[in-house]
């Protein structure tokens, strides 16, 4: 028996009826009969035939959790699968201070090592060589180990069969492993489907969504209706149901628009009336969907709502009446947040398209004109938050919030404008912003340390609570919906998608049921955002840690206008952009106007008044 070089081995550790675990190790071992040690292109590798005698009482750094769909080839049966990897590291200083292999001893640095264990997860699942059969699975992950991933001085792997599964919604490859779609995305129907060349379903909540959509601008039937290849007679039936219960009304010209019945007081305006110096606002904020404004509005004290609707168009030639114009209607609402003014606009967007956020930076640039004192700019609703898979603390989820704040560089927003294939990967082309002052972010890195090992005292955890009190007689429901609705999930290429568990944290005496806040940039682009590999590759080289929807152009007019103070709050309603998870959306606008509040409470009383 001679003794060869640190190999990376597998041996079998235990099976039952229902699971296999096996160990995957570096050691230095001696051959015996009773191994498989391989040749060629897979030298150093090495497979134990006996069942391991594993004493080692060093528990597991972290572990990661995921779920597959298996499918027979000869019964077409579907069986879930749980997996889990359990990860060990070395700790190369003292291997290289001593010349011996500490084994269990892991990489001083948590963080290091929680990002080689999401590194080394992303690869395993990579869409480009998925690896979709049980020896092409652990051959990877020997690999990866042996040439890759130095630092990982064991894994263990479980593969637990769990109940018996449905039969996915499309038929699945026999012999392959497969993944089911299911109907993660069947909640996702957002305003730009058509954009996307996805069918829309006609209903009442649909017609609503798309009112709500467009609102300050009111929107006829002809258009709902040419717009999503609809029937207008069945859009003018679900409009009268919404009349008749209050949530939509008629205006002039034949358009709709959103019934407000959270507002103390609405004034119908053709220009805002002049205010007093005392009266002008310093903070505006900015929302694009119909509950970010609710939620914003319910943190607002002594409010009250101007809309200002432009809807006479031009004189046709022909002597006809003139046709209508909304696109630049504007809502604002006025009143206070602790010591100060604030004005709430919301945009009017149906979609993700150029013009429409045009339009937005158009409806920016009228809010900075008409309200010249303001000096601080908020910009607050949904994202979609980057996850995490073995980090807790690196780990954003579904009502969480991120704050606007640099990380790697100093930008607070970058928007893709195009990202180039080359032969070492994805480049993109950015547009990055920052403020010219930054006593916002300093304001929200001051308050994220103050409540650092005292959670449950979070301020915006109380003003959560009373939104949820102010809105409750809200036809929307605020509040946060099931965890077991939080599912997190990554695509591994041709549709097909993993199911993934949550990292958990260390500290057993968190909440995690608390919404946390995270600072990092926030990032938008449709073309990364459309696809999972580009996000994350996105995210990890600008540190960001929210998509959103496309507020560049809000951006700039902010800038153009000449404010040097802005900020964005995303409370996260999905793994996406903030617009394909609507039962989180109601929620997640919540946290961000909570949040808000708590930073607009830590801001010094304005003095230019």
């Known amino acids: 028996m001679a003794e060869i070089e640190e190999q990376v081995v597998m041996t079998?550790?235990?099976?039952?009826?229902?699971?296999?675990?096996?160990?995957?190790?570096?050691?230095?071992?001696?051959k015996t009969n009773q191994m498989h040690v391989a040749g060629g292109e897979h030298t150093g590798i090495v497979i134990n035939k006996e069942v391991s005698n594993d004493s080692n009482s060093i528990p597991p750094k972290l572990s990661l959790v995921f779920c597959?769909?298996?499918?027979?080839?000869?019964?077409?049966?579907?069986t879930q699968e749980s997996r889990t990897l359990r990860f060990w590291f070395r700790n190369i200083l003292n291997e290289n201070m001593n010349g011996?292999?500490?084994?269990?001893?892991?990489?001083?640095?948590?963080?290091?090592?929680?990002?080689?264990?999401?590194?080394?997860?992303?690869?395993?699942?990579?869409?480009q060589e998925f690896p979709r059969d049980y020896v092409g699975f652990i051959k990877k992950i020997m690999k990866l180990m042996q040439k890759d991933y130095l630092t990982i001085s064991k894994l263990e792997v479980e593969l637990k069969q769990l109940e018996e599964a449905s039969v996915p919604n499309r038929p699945p490859k026999p012999g392959y492993l497969h993944i089911q779609l299911s109907t993660v995305l069947s909640s996702s129907v957002s305003a730009d489907e058509n954009s996307l060349g996805n069918v829309v379903l006609l209903s009442k909540e649909k017609v609503l969504e798309l009112i709500e959509s467009a609102y300050p601008n009111p929107i006829t039937i002809q258009d709902i209706s040419k717009d999503n290849n609809w029937d207008e007679e069945e859009v003018s039936h679900h409009l009268a149901e919404l009349q008749s219960k209050g949530l939509v009304k008629a205006m002039d010209h034949g358009a709709f628009t959103r019934q407000q019945s959270m507002d103390v007081q609405v004034t119908v305006v053709k220009q805002m009336p002049t205010m007093v110096s005392a009266k002008q606002p310093t903070i505006a904020i900015i929302t694009a969907q119909y509950c970010e404004k609710?939620?914003?509005?319910?943190?607002?004290?002594?409010?009250?709502?101007?809309?200002?609707?432009?809807?006479?168009?031009?004189?046709?030639?022909?002597?006809?009446?003139?046709?209508?114009?909304?696109?630049?209607?504007?809502?604002?609402?006025?009143?206070?947040?602790?010591?100060?003014?604030?004005?709430?606009?919301?945009?009017?967007?149906?979609?993700?398209?150029?013009?429409?956020?045009?339009a937005a930076g158009n409806t920016t640039t009228r809010l900075l004109g008409t309200f010249q004192k303001v000096d601080y700019v908020f910009l607050v609703g949904v994202g979609g938050g980057v996850p995490h898979y073995t980090d807790y603390n690196k780990h954003v989820k579904l009502g969480d919030a991120v704050i606007s704040?640099?990380?790697?560089?100093?930008?607070?927003?970058?928007?893709?404008?195009?990202?180039?294939?080359?032969?070492?990967?994805?480049?993109?082309?950015?547009?990055?912003?920052?403020?010219?002052?930054s006593n916002l972010q300093k304001i929200a890195s001051d308050l994220k340390s103050s409540i650092q090992n005292a959670e449950n005292e979070a301020p915006w955890l109380k003003y959560i609570q009373n939104g949820l009190n102010i809105l409750s007689q809200s036809e929307q429901d605020f509040k946060k919906p099931s965890?077991?609705?939080d599912k997190l999930y990554m695509s591994i290429g041709e549709r097909d998608i993993i199911e993934v568990a949550h990292p958990v944290p260390q500290d057993n005496s968190l909440n995690k049921e608390n919404p946390r806040i995270h600072l990092a940039p926030i990032a938008s682009g449709r073309q990364v955002v459309k696809s999972d590999q580009l996000r994350q590759q996105f995210a990890a080289q600008y540190g960001a840690l929210a998509f959103d929807s496309e507020f560049d152009t809000v951006i700039e007019s902010v800038l153009g206008n000449c404010k040097d103070s802005f900020i964005c709050i995303r409370g996260i309603s999905d793994y996406k952009d903030g617009?394909?998870?609507?039962?989180?959306?109601?929620?997640?606008?919540?946290?961000?106007?909570?949040?808000?509040?708590?930073?607009?409470?830590?801001?010094e009383p304005p003095t230019n008044v």
């Open 294 to 358: 609710l939620a914003v509005d319910a943190m607002i004290e002594n409010k009250e709502t101007f809309v200002r609707y432009t809807t006479v168009g031009p004189t046709s030639p022909t002597g006809e009446a003139p046709k209508p114009r909304f696109g630049e209607s504007n809502v604002y609402t006025l009143g206070n947040i602790g010591a100060h003014r604030i004005v709430c606009t919301k945009l009017p967007t149906v979609g993700h398209t150029r013009e429409a956020m045009t």
């Open 405 to 437: 704040c640099p990380t790697k560089d100093k930008y607070i927003y970058v928007y893709c404008d195009a990202a180039k294939q080359t032969e070492k990967g994805y480049e993109f082309e950015i547009k990055p912003y920052k403020p010219a002052n």
């Open 100 to 127: 011996v292999n500490l084994n269990g001893n892991i990489n001083e640095n948590d963080s290091d090592t929680a990002s080689v264990a999401q590194d080394f997860f992303k690869e395993l699942v990579s869409p």
């Open 12 to 30: 079998p550790k235990g099976k039952t009826s229902n699971s296999t675990t096996l160990i995957i190790e570096r050691k230095k071992i001696t």
């Open 68 to 78: 597959v769909y298996l499918v027979s080839a000869q019964t077409g049966k579907h």
């Open 579 to 603: 617009t394909r998870r609507k039962e989180w959306q109601p929620y997640g606008s919540l946290v961000a106007a909570s949040v808000m509040k708590a930073i607009i409470c830590g801001m």
């Open 483 to 485: 965890a077991e609705t």
